[in-house]
């Protein structure tokens, strides 16, 4: 490994603005940026690979006669349990028929029903008001968002690579990033750096996110001292596949939007003895079902049956679920699917205003990683995708004028490429990953899983803080974190050495989950309360006292003002 100095020179002024994320809010954003700037969309695996690409139901949208902005935004309000900023979500629902507007010319194929735009139903909606492409809506998204990023010319994809920190001046604004690319470590400059790198399920080893959801943004904003809000609002889905060996594959809410039965062994619909919205109630109300149902039974899953469903609509609208049960061994048409719950979305992230600017001056955030104030305490159903789309497009907005390959002054720590060393690093200490590394992500979401799960209590949460503790200890006492961490803007790293780049990939992920099971764990025992995403059984009711937001910087945590939801039910 050698201090090196060759792609860093050719990208270290290239971009005006630098995204990180190429989920649907990445994409989007990256769309939306005046064309005049130079745009580097940084993506840690290939571009399809995200969430957003995995997102099922639909995304939700007044577009219907009979449906109102007062009914979404009443929705909203009720599933986001006395946490939702009203101002953001106004905006949300009062924009997002003109972005999926903006879909639609884009070429997304969202599902019809005559000449008309088919809507469904999903849980806790009032209305039928959620767009869906069959059962792969954010494929669809996605797929079309990625065919115009690779049309534009003032766009440029860095793929695969993974950023490790932000880059902050001296006087605290955000300035680039250094990341791993090419076969080198570098530091690459901008104007603005926008986080759109989704969420953090992989935190719990249990959960319907795919392998790249590591909590990246969280962790990086964090550490650069962002304000982060709201963290312990985790939300799990009710219906992941629960087969051996399978992926928790999760199976829709509009499976049961649609009439599908949540059934025990027995035959016996349960979800009824909790709400009495049954399986249409809000998504952690289904998913505590489920779990004290089964801890009451002892069954290791609940069961969705999709068999009220005409065989005609579900072969219309769950192709994808149909074919994934299918190679597992299930027959939807003659037998239920075994369900349980599995970690699902986040709804704290990087704290935005409505332009999503952080704290940080020249850093912004976009969809699951931001906390705009739309989602509160649990997210309703569908509208996420709609808060990538509808943020993302608020980027058009960026104030900054272009100065891409004739930077001026440069900012603290950053050099001339003549002063990159070409001396030579030790190896011996960064040629293999420390077993460490490897055994804390093995047995870090287990924990997280046990302790900060669907069901919480503090004695719980006070232990795994304690192992959490030990882990941040013993790996930053480790020779990877010290040579990566101590690393100057001044230096560039030629990563020579076999399956290296694949080695600090896994010791920067786990690095971000540490931090993000830190965040989730103290903000969970800092709320003594129940409330949306976040139960404590030790503290099972919900109090007046705690409609305030979880705020957090530099391992500091505290509360925010009451929040005042004003009149929303005649807004």
Known sequence: MFLHSSISTTLANRFDVLVVGAGAAG???????????????????????????????????????????????????????????????????????????????????????????????????????????????????????????????NIQ?????????????????????????????????????????????????????????????VALAYRAGAIVRDLEFCQFHPTALMKPDAPHFLISEAVRGEGAHLIDSQGYRFAFDYHPKGELAPRDVVSRAIFHHLQHTGEPHGWLDLRPIPPEQIRHRFPNIIQVCQHWGIDVFSEPIPVSPAAHYWMGGILVDLMNQTSIPGLYAVGETASTGVHGANRLAS????????????????????????????????????????????????????????????????????????????????????????????????????FFQNLQPSQSVLLNIPDIEAQIKLWGETRNLLDVAYLILKSAVFRTESRGGHYRADFPETSPEWQVHTLVKNNQWWQSSLVGNGDWESC
Not at 198 to 208: E, I, K, M
Not at 443 to 450: G, H, I, K, T, Y
């Open 27 to 153: 994409l989007y954003t990256a769309l939306c940026l005046p064309e005049s700037l130079q745009v580097g969309l940084i993506t840690k695996d290939s571009l399809p690979l995200s969430a957003s690409d995995w997102a099922q139901g639909g995304i939700a949208a007044v577009i219907d006669p009979s449906d109102s902005p007062q009914l979404h935004i009443e929705d909203t309000m009720q599933a986001g349990a006395g946490l939702c900023e009203l101002a953001a979500v106004k905006f949300l629902v009062e924009q997002a028929p003109s972005c999926i507007d903006s879909l639609v010319q884009m070429g997304v194929g969202f599902d019809r029903k005559g000449d008309r735009l088919a809507l469904t139903l999903e849980a806790a909606h009032s209305r039928p008001r959620v767009l869906h492409a069959a059962d792969t809506t954010g494929r669809a998204v996605v797929s079309t968002l990625t065919t115009q990023v690779l049309e534009r010319p």
């Open 157 to 217: 994809v860095l793929s695969p690579a993974f950023v490790l920190d932000l880059w902050l001046s001296e006087n605290g604004h955000c300035q680039g990033v250094s990341l791993i690319y090419q076969g080198e470590l570098l530091w690459v400059s901008a104007q603005a750096v926008v986080l759109a790198t989704g969420g953090g399920g992989q935190v719990f080893s249990q959960t319907t996110n795919p392998a790249v959801s590591t909590g990246d943004g």
């Open 383 to 482: 509208n996420s995708l709609l808060e990538c789309i509808v943020f993302g497009a608020q980027m058009s907005n960026l104030q900054i004028e272009s100065a891409a390959g004739n930077k001026g002054t440069r900012g603290q720590g950053e050099a001339e490429s003549s002063s990159f060393s070409s001396a030579p690093l030790p190896l011996e200490p960064l040629a293999f990953l420390p077993s460490l590394v490897k055994i804390i992500r093995e047995e870090l979401p287990q924990l997280m899983w046990r302790c900060a799960g669907i069901s919480r209590r503090g004695d719980e949460l006070e232990s795994a803080i304690a192992q959490v503790e030990l882990w941040q200890k013993e790996f930053a006492t480790l020779e990877f974190s010290q």
